[in-house]
């Protein structure tokens, strides 16, 4: 069974502040990826990655950072929160067959910035 | 690009009722269709996925088959439960896609008993 977690859960932080969201996954799958999902949007690609050492932008990758320092984790960083910011965040790992890729999600972490 | 499209943002129903998620997609190749769907204060999950033209998915009494011709894929279900309660999304993959999956903006389900 696929297990990605993430950390923390909840986070309620500052605007201007630092904050990092990290994702763990032991599936041992070659990609990682950052979503947001807010009402009326659906998830949202902000940052990939195909590997330890590499990242991707997506589709909404201004203002975040991305670090995936070894196949099992892959962090998420906004070096200066903003209150548009506030979300929810999920990561997913997953690989690619021959015809398709698959994502295994994690349960999300909440974040308010004030 | 790659895009999916659901028509219906919120779908409310009574238990029993027959229920119909309308999902189109556009793709430059020949993709893999999915229906995922996310439980309160879960990640989402994949329900099920279909490769071909006239493949039928299915899982937990929900069904979408694949029109390649109409290119949709709506999800149905004969009888929905309350727990069936849920935000389902349809996504696509292809080969030219990078590893990535293009997700509709997804489908609220609210069944009441």
């Known amino acids: 069974e696929a297990a990605v977690t993430q950390s923390p859960r909840n986070k309620v932080a500052v605007t201007g502040g630092k904050v990092t969201l990290s994702c763990n996954q032991t599936?041992?799958?070659?990609?990682m990826y950052w979503y947001r999902q807010d009402t009326g949007h659906g998830l949202r690609l902000i940052h990939y990655?195909?590997?330890?050492?590499?990242?991707e932008k997506g589709d909404i990758p201004d203002g975040y950072k991305a670090s995936r320092p070894s196949q099992e984790n892959f962090s998420l960083i906004l070096e200066l929160a903003t209150p548009s910011q506030t979300s929810v965040y999920f990561c997913?790992?997953?690989?690619?067959?021959?015809?398709?890729?698959?994502?295994?999600f994690g349960p999300g972490t909440r974040l308010t910035v004030l | 690009g790659d895009s999916v499209t659901q028509t219906e943002g919120q779908v409310a129903l009574s238990e029993e009722d027959f229920l119909t998620i309308h999902c189109n997609y556009s793709?430059?190749?020949?993709?893999?269709l999915f229906w995922y769907v996310q439980y309160p204060g879960e990640g989402p999950q994949l329900l099920f996925r279909?490769?071909?033209?006239?493949e039928k998915g299915s899982s937990r009494g929900f069904e979408a088959t694949y029109d390649k011709g109409t290119t949709s894929f709506h999800l149905r279900k004969a009888s929905v439960q309350e727990s069936d309660s849920a935000v389902y999304y349809c996504?696509?993959?292809?080969?030219?896609?990078?590893?990535?999956?293009?997700f509709g903006d997804g489908t609220q389900l609210v069944v009441k008993p």
């Open positions: 997913a790992s997953g690989d690619a067959g021959p015809d398709y890729a698959e994502q295994f």
């Open positions: 599936n041992n799958h070659n990609n």
């Open positions: 990655s195909y590997g330890a050492g590499s990242t």
């Open positions: 996504a696509l993959s292809d080969r030219g896609s990078n590893n990535r999956i293009f």
């Open positions: 279909a490769s071909r033209d006239k």
């Open positions: 793709a430059s190749g020949y993709p893999t």
